[in-house]
């Protein structure tokens, strides 16, 4: 039996210059859900950049430290400092045994990023992580295709569907926006 405490979904886009990225609020042990409205997005550096999680919530959290230096280092340069923590993160003995996944935005990229030295910038800007993450990726695609929606709202539809779906995503949306 699994008994470690997991956090998924989160969803991201930039359109139109814009990004934005949203989470469930759902963190599970096994197949029990032990809280609804956990926040898993958040904006970093200044407010200039969002990064949100799925996996296992300590080591998530762990890793969002490790990003934030690397933004800090790299003076908010997101590609750098996502290429950066990927390789730490690939090497270091003790970050390579975290569990979890980022997803990091700003206003013109996105990038998914793993343990295993991944570094992923999706071609049509849409991030997607965790349990529902496939879900989301379909609704959010579908909707920037056949809507007028902004990007918050196309966030919002696509974790709702997610949650329609997807036993380990509820529908207590986080949303996070970048001007």
Known sequence: MDNKIRSTTVVGLIKDGKAAMGSDGQVTVSNTVLKHNTKKVRK??????????????????????????????????????????????????????????????DNKHAFIISGNGDVI??????????????????????????????SAEIVKESLNTAADICIYTNHSVTIEELE
Do not use: C, H
């Open 121 to 150: 910038e999706p071609d049509d800007g849409i991030v997607a992580i965790g349990s529902g993450g496939s879900f989301a990726t379909a609704a959010a695609r579908m909707l920037i295709k056949y809507s007028a929606l902004p």
């Open 44 to 105: 970093i550096y200044n407010n200039k950049v969002l990064a949100g999680f799925a996996g296992s919530t300590a080591d998530a959290l762990t890793l969002f430290e490790k990003f934030e230096a690397k933004l800090e280092q790299y003076k908010g340069n997101l590609p750098r400092a996502a290429v950066e923590l990927a390789k730490d993160w690939r090497t270091d003995r003790y970050l390579r045994r975290l569990e979890a996944l980022l997803a990091v935005m």
